[in-house]
């Protein structure tokens, strides 16, 4: 993360989310990275450590509610559910 750091070398590997992660940002002076995964959850981190400093969860009537295999629903009423928390690992 220093200016001129080797790409090629890993610093660490963050290994707490549930499923892929989709998005990473640093902090504008590279001390904390937050990433968004599809386990509904952001993540933020000390880049120095690799340590989670703090989780940032879904606060809906259906948070963390599985609907993977849920069937009868259509696929309108399942986003609606994931936009209220609801969370699917399934990939269609």
């Not at 989670?52 to 696929?75: E, H, K, R, S, V």
Request: with cysteine; glycine share 10%; charged share 15%.
């Amino acid at each position: 993360l220093e200016k001129g750091a080797d790409w090629g070398q890993s610093r660490h590997v963050l290994h707490d989310h549930q499923h892929w992660v989709w998005t990473i940002a640093f902090s504008p002076d590279g001390t904390n990275l937050a990433s968004g995964s599809v386990d509904a959850t952001v993540k933020l981190w000390d880049t120095a450590s690799g340590a989670c400093l703090f989780t940032l969860q879904p606060q809906g009537p259906y948070a963390g509610m599985n609907i993977t295999n849920a069937t009868g629903i259509t696929d309108a009423q399942r986003q609606a559910l994931q936009a209220l928390g609801a969370v699917d690992h399934g990939w269609r």
